[in-house]
């Protein structure tokens, strides 16, 4: 289980942490640098049928599904500004404003998001939930420092892959993605010194 560094109480099992890019099949550099994790997790996921670098090739920047992604960005981000300025709540208007993104996209979210927090028992039932094969779910992880990011998971063949905006792919076995997840929180919190604390989850088919 991951531990929460806004309580001490709770630990991570003893063993050491793997280096996140131990686990990585397929990079994605500078893809993110404007800020468009959403778009371009949409994007991914409108590709899965792909093979890894070739999904990272189409969104590399100047390529034309990088080009969308940032359109898709704007869109949800635009849409996200109006429902708050017509009365929804913060929350209320980013998930509103990301499904009718998505579902621009082509693609179906389940119009059902789950919150875990890191630390707390529910956190495994997450892991569990987003390595059902035949699954794809967006996650937004929440910094403790303020802030959130957009990542994708897509479970087959016992194997999840998470896709990371930032980085690229990584695939595990899917018993092992608690690992991945430790790995990827040490990583944005050393060099980064930011601290997810809190998990959204929603299903994408």
Known sequence: MLRDPNNPSTSSP????????????????????DGICVGLT????????SHPSIRMEALVPG????ASAAVRQKEYENLKVHLRRQGAGP????????????QKAGLAPSGKEKVYKVGEPNFS?????ITADGSNHLLSLYFAEGGAHTVATSAMDGNTTLFDPNFGEFTVQSDQIDDLFRSLANRYSNPNRQ????????KVT
Not at 63 to 66: C, D, E, K, L
């Open 14 to 33: 003893a063993r050491p942490s793997t280096s996140l890019f131990r686990y990585r099949t397929a990079e994605l550099a500078q893809a993110n640098a």
């Open 42 to 49: 949409a994007e991914w996921l409108r590709n899965l049928n």
């Open 63 to 66: 390529s034309q599904r990088h």
């Open 91 to 102: 929350s209320e208007a980013d998930f509103a404003a990301q499904n009718t993104m998505l």
């Open 125 to 129: 039932r997450m892991l569990t939930k």
């Open 195 to 202: 601290h997810f604390t809190t998990v959204t989850t929603q």
